[in-house]
C-alpha cells in the first residue's frame, strides 16, 4: 500500500465516524484532504452536517463538493474535528503545522467535544521531535523570538515558499520550523514556546486528541488516549 492510499483509506474510514445532523469540524493537509473528499461524497447522497473549516484551503475544497462550510461565529461548537498529524506519539501526542495552518487547527480543535486524528503509520514515532516543530509568530515580533528560541535550545529556521518567498500564514503570520531533536518533555517545551512575547501558538497539540485512525498495510487501526 502506497502512501497516498494509506491517506485515502483512512479519510474515508473517518468519514463514517460523522453522523447526520453533525457539526464537523474539516482539517488541513493532505489526509484531511482525502476525509473531505469522503464526507464531500456521503453528503452528495444525503448526509446533512455543518462544518467549520481550519483553512482557507479546506472551506473552498468543502464548498466545491457542496459541503455547508461555515465559520465559528455561526458555528461555536463542534461536536467532532477530524485532522491529520505531523507525527504521533504515546498519548497521542501530536505535532501539527506542517501545512502552516496550525493556529486555526487548533482553534477548530479546540471547539470540538471529540478530536480525532487521521494518518499513516509513517507518523508514528516513539518520541515527538523528528518533524521540525512549527511556531507561529506576529511579523514584527520575529527578531526576538528567533532569538529566544535559539536561547532554549532549538533551532529556528523560517519557512518560506517553494518560490523562496516568506511563507505567510491564513492570519498574516510568520512560521519558524525548530529542529527539535526529540522532544522528551513536551508540556515543558510547549511551556517555554508559549512564555516568549510574540508567538502565537507551536504546533504541540498535548491532550487534544482522543482518538487515532491509523492506517497500514493491515487496514486501518484505532489508538486511543
Same mark, same amino acid.
Given at each position: 500500500?502506497?502512501?497516498?492510499?494509506?491517506?485515502?483509506?483512512?479519510?474515508?474510514?473517518?468519514?463514517?465516524?460523522?453522523?447526520?445532523?453533525?457539526?464537523?469540524?474539516?482539517?488541513?493537509?493532505?489526509?484531511?484532504?482525502?476525509?473531505?473528499?469522503?464526507?464531500?461524497?456521503?453528503?452528495?447522497?444525503?448526509?446533512?452536517?455543518? =462544518?467549520?473549516?481550519?483553512?482557507?484551503?479546506?472551506?473552498?475544497?468543502?464548498?466545491?463538493?457542496?459541503?455547508?462550510?461555515?465559520?465559528?461565529?455561526?458555528?461555536?461548537?463542534?461536536?467532532?474535528?477530524?485532522?491529520?498529524? *505531523?507525527?504521533?506519539?504515546?498519548?497521542?501526542?501530536?505535532?501539527?503545522?506542517?501545512?502552516?495552518?496550525?493556529?486555526?487547527?487548533?482553534?477548530?480543535?479546540?471547539?470540538?467535544?471529540?478530536?480525532?486524528?487521521?494518518?499513516?503509520?509513517?507518523?508514528?514515532?516513539?518520541?515527538?521531535?523528528?518533524?521540525?516543530?512549527?511556531?507561529?509568530?506576529?511579523?514584527?515580533?520575529?527578531?526576538?523570538?528567533?532569538?529566544?528560541?535559539?536561547?532554549?535550545?532549538?533551532?529556528?529556521?523560517?519557512?518560506?515558499?517553494?518560490?523562496?518567498?516568506?511563507?505567510?500564514?491564513?492570519?498574516?503570520?510568520?512560521?519558524?520550523? =525548530?529542529? =527539535?531533536?526529540?522532544?522528551? *518533555?513536551?508540556?515543558?517545551?510547549?511551556?517555554?514556546?508559549?512564555?516568549?512575547?510574540?508567538?502565537?501558538?507551536?504546533?504541540?497539540?498535548?491532550?487534544?486528541?482522543?482518538?487515532?485512525?491509523?492506517?497500514?498495510? *493491515?487496514?486501518?487501526?484505532?489508538?486511543?488516549?
Amino acid at each position: 500500500m502506497t502512501q497516498d492510499e494509506a491517506k485515502q483509506l483512512v479519510g474515508q474510514r473517518a468519514a463514517e465516524f460523522v453522523e447526520d445532523g453533525m457539526a464537523v469540524g474539516l482539517g488541513t493537509g493532505t489526509t484531511s484532504v482525502q476525509f473531505i473528499h469522503a464526507l464531500g461524497a456521503r453528503v452528495q447522497a444525503g448526509l446533512k452536517v455543518r =462544518c467549520v473549516a481550519s483553512s482557507e484551503s479546506s472551506q473552498q475544497l468543502g464548498w466545491s463538493l457542496g459541503i455547508d462550510v461555515t465559520t465559528l461565529d455561526q458555528l461555536p461548537e463542534l461536536d467532532l474535528y477530524i485532522d491529520g498529524a *505531523d507525527e504521533i506519539a504515546p498519548g497521542l501526542a501530536l505535532i501539527k503545522g506542517g501545512g502552516g495552518a496550525l493556529l486555526r487547527e487548533k482553534i477548530v480543535a479546540s471547539a470540538a467535544k471529540k478530536f480525532i486524528v487521521v494518518a499513516d503509520d509513517t507518523k508514528i514515532v516513539p518520541h515527538l521531535g523528528r518533524f521540525p516543530l512549527p511556531i507561529e509568530v506576529i511579523k514584527m515580533a520575529m527578531p526576538l523570538v528567533k532569538r529566544k528560541l535559539v536561547e532554549i535550545g532549538l533551532d529556528p529556521v523560517q519557512r518560506l515558499n517553494k518560490d523562496g518567498s516568506i511563507r505567510i500564514t491564513d492570519e498574516g503570520n510568520f512560521i519558524l520550523d =525548530c529542529a =527539535c531533536g526529540q522532544i522528551l *518533555d513536551p508540556e515543558e517545551t510547549a511551556a517555554q514556546i508559549r512564555s516568549i512575547v510574540g508567538v502565537v501558538e507551536h504546533g504541540l497539540f498535548l491532550k487534544m486528541a482522543s482518538l487515532a485512525l491509523i492506517a497500514g498495510e *493491515d487496514g486501518v487501526r484505532e489508538i486511543k488516549s
